[in-house]
């Protein structure tokens, strides 16, 4: 039996005469588009003989017509889903069985939905041979209260031709409040949920054989349709929220919620907060509770119904990328492709990479979306720890996404909303007066302190490690590198004591070795964040610290080499798709970091379903090439010379031709020639024994301007991607 591509849903009530003609020509219009298609005929308990015609079409027709039958009547809403519950395709279309939407114009909604890219295709009714009577004034009537209600503009707003793909109408029908007829409000889920779509003008001719259940009752449906409104303005205005593939996802799996529930102290801090959030932000809004609730439960779904949700959201962003952003469209034309080509994550690996000069040469170009509200984007510049600023721009909704990832990623150490935090980081830099006033009262309400990481120094360190102390807090947080720096502090001081319940460290790798010093120096376990600028949080480390888990809900991360993914346990480039940003889509971005691959079926201890990677060997720009064709990835040296802090106070390894590098070392007080011997003999076993060496002292090794030192540095470019088609680099 072949496997339908268009599946076409046609509710039935009272229709024995007109469902042979129906069949006859649907099945017509799906030879004359050459398209694989089933008619799925719902009885929707006819007091005629609708379901003997029905299973006649059926055994005459098999595997291309078939039928499904309600013993009452249900609604039109009801029979869309039962037909949606039998149809095998991926796009769908809903036609009433009467014959006054034409059935060739199923192939003029199909070439739009694969043309257009769009979600949802409308055709409307056009006004065109329809008769003026009352039926006609009271549906153009309900269309200016839909439009006026929803803040839409459609031709035909309540139009029940519609063709999307399959889980798209399926998140449509998942309706909450209870309605006379939902069916007309369609569309204006359509709208509050997010999805784009096009409306294409139809034929609409008046019924030849059977009556209309609103005949005679015309005027009484209006009223009830009234009372739908109202209803539908709760559920879609009022009670609206953010759109989110994981809602339908999730009534799919509900998954069993693990999470631990706050206490009444915190549980009032955060009612509490969230009032007053809108007024304590400048970009992002109390919508974040809407999204935190979501990854509350999402976390908890298994490996499959996770990667079912990022399917579902990548094929979203593809459509998106090629509706709205040309540089995508040409690229993807480019390479023969179709976003019906890119189905899930299987299919990934077709769509080309993307650099950071791909990013910088197009930015103010066709990158950027021609579909968005630019008052709800933001500008992020990078660090440009690994060469020049690079700047990137993110959506309202991606920013909302990231902030609740945040939370929920605290949570993990045992945090919950309201402990005293402290932050080892700055806190306005960058902002306006307006912002930085914000970002305090923000702070303030939510019990974290800022100590400031570029401030440190012998002077100040104590007093910043007494203000700590005395603010007790139960979560720390800030760059590796300043952790490290304050536990060697407190290791040879002693004499106060800063005892959090746990630590989160981030923005550079974390040895194994600085990992130990930490976590003796404060008495709590770290929990490391990958991240970086263009996306916030990555993946986290859980509870049970194996492995860092994927906020899987917004990202889809690769482990690749020569274009291909590594194996479990080997290291290799991570490239992201970010399926939250539509401004800027990040589809398969090189962001230029290595990490280890794990097994993607292993789920963790910890229960969750969110995939994991393994250890953050750093950025492919700190990568040292010996000769041979060997290399050593930057937080080799870091792991290494933390065996030498007696001899070592700070060093840099720098690579700006090949077979050679600089090792840039500021000495401590027992620093010898012996120790100098050591080392080098060890780089060069590692690096090649021709390897050229030269060592420069210098007084100090400069913190870049994000408060970062770079351990190791290489100007040589190093492709992790040369085999991969049509890649380029980043020089």
């Given at each position: ?256 919620d693990r999470s631990r529930p706050r206490s009444p102290a915190s549980e009032v801090r955060w009612r509490a907060y969230l009032a007053a959030f809108d007024r304590t932000h400048w970009m992002i809004t109390r919508d974040v509770e809407a999204h935190y609730e979501s990854l509350r439960r999402s976390q908890w779904l298994g490996l499959a119904e996770l990667r079912e949700l990022q399917d579902e959201k990548l094929r979203r962003l593809v459509r998106h990328a090629y509706r709205s952003v040309p540089y995508y469209r040409e690229r993807m034309r480019g390479a023969g492709l179709h976003p019906d080509d890119i189905r899930g994550q299987a299919d990934l690996h077709k769509l080309p990479l993307l650099s950071k000069t791909d990013v ?77 006033l914000l970002e305090r009262a923000d702070a303030l309400l939510s019990r974290r302190k800022f100590i400031p990481v570029f401030e440190m120094s012998d002077a100040k360190l104590e007093g910043m490690v007494r203000e700590i102390a005395e603010w007790d807090p139960v979560l720390m947080d800030g760059y590796a590198e300043a952790l490290d720096f304050l536990a060697h502090w407190l290791r040879q001081r002693g004499q106060i004591q800063v005892r959090p319940r746990a630590l989160m460290s981030s923005a550079q790798t974390l040895p194994d070795a600085s990992r130990r010093t930490i976590e003796e120096a404060f008495g709590c376990r770290v929990f490391d964040k990958y991240g970086a600028r263009e996306f916030s949080g990555i993946a ?192």
């Open positions: 039996m072949t496997q339908p591509v268009l599946s076409v849903i046609a509710p039935c009530f009272n229709e024995e005469l007109n469902v042979p003609e129906l069949v006859r020509r649907v099945l017509a219009t799906f030879d004359r588009g050459a398209i694989a298609g089933e008619l799925v005929l719902v009885d929707d308990g006819s007091r005629d003989g609708t379901r003997r015609v029905i299973d006649e079409q059926a055994a005459l027709h098999a595997g291309r017509v078939v039928g499904r039958f309600h013993p009452e009547n249900r609604g039109i809403a009801h029979a869309w889903k039962t037909g949606l519950a039998a149809a095998r395709g991926g796009v769908v279309a809903v036609i009433d069985s009467d014959l006054q939407y034409q059935p060739e114009d199923l192939l003029r909604l199909y070439r739009a939905l694969v043309e257009h890219s769009v979600d949802v295709v409308q055709g409307w009714r056009s006004a065109v041979g329809r008769e003026r009577g009352a039926r006609y004034h009271l549906s153009r009537g309900l269309n200016t209260i839909l439009n006026g209600a929803f803040g839409m503009s459609l031709q035909d707003n309540k139009s029940g031709f519609v063709m999307c793909a399959r889980e798209v109408l399926e998140d449509l029908l998942t309706y909450e409040g209870s309605y006379f007829y939902w069916q007309s409000f369609i569309m204006v889920a359509a709208h509050a949920k997010g999805y784009s779509y096009k409306e294409i003008e139809t034929l609409f001719e008046n019924r030849r054989a059977g009556k209309s259940f609103l005949d005679g009752t015309a005027y009484r449906a209006a009223a009830k349709s009234l009372v739908d409104v109202g209803r539908a303005a709760l559920e879609y205005r009022v009670a609206r929220r953010p759109a989110d593939p994981s809602a339908h996802v999730l009534r799919r799996h509900p998954p069993l910088r040469e197009n930015l103010y170009f066709d990158i950027l979306s021609e579909a968005h509200d630019k008052a709800e984007v933001l500008k992020i510049t990078t660090s440009g720890s690994t060469g020049e600023p690079f700047v990137c721009y993110a959506d309202r909704a991606q920013l909302e996404a990231r902030w609740a990832a945040t939370l929920r990623s605290q949570e993990w150490t045992g945090y919950e909303f309201g402990d005293p935090c402290v932050r080892l980081w700055h806190q306005t830099l960058g902002m306006t007066q307006r912002q930085a986290y480390e859980c509870e049970a610290h194996a492995g860092h888990h994927v906020v899987g809900e917004s990202y889809i991360v690769e482990i690749l080499k020569d274009g291909r993914p590594v194996a479990p346990g080997e290291l290799g480039e991570v490239v992201i798709t970010d399926l939250n940003n539509y401004c800027l889509p990040f589809l398969r971005y090189r962001l230029g970091d290595l990490a280890e691959a794990m097994p993607p079926d292993e789920p963790c201890s910890c229960g969750r379903g969110l995939p994991r990677i393994g250890r953050i060997e750093g950025r492919v720009q700190s990568v040292i090439q010996g000769t041979d064709g060997r290399y050593l990835p930057g937080t080799f040296f870091a792991h290494y010379l933390k065996e030498f802090d007696h001899a070592i106070l700070r060093f840099q390894v720098v690579q700006e031709r090949p077979r050679a590098m600089t090792f840039r070392i500021v000495k401590a007080g027992r620093w010898s020639d012996d120790v100098l011997d050591e080392i080098l003999r060890t780089f060069r076993r590692h690096l090649g024994e021709d390897m050229d060496i030269e060592v420069e002292y210098v007084p100090s090794v400069e913190l870049i301007r994000t408060g970062k030192r770079l351990a190791a540095v290489s100007k040589l470019g190093l492709d992790f991607q040369t085999g991969a088609p049509g890649v380029r680099a980043d020089r």
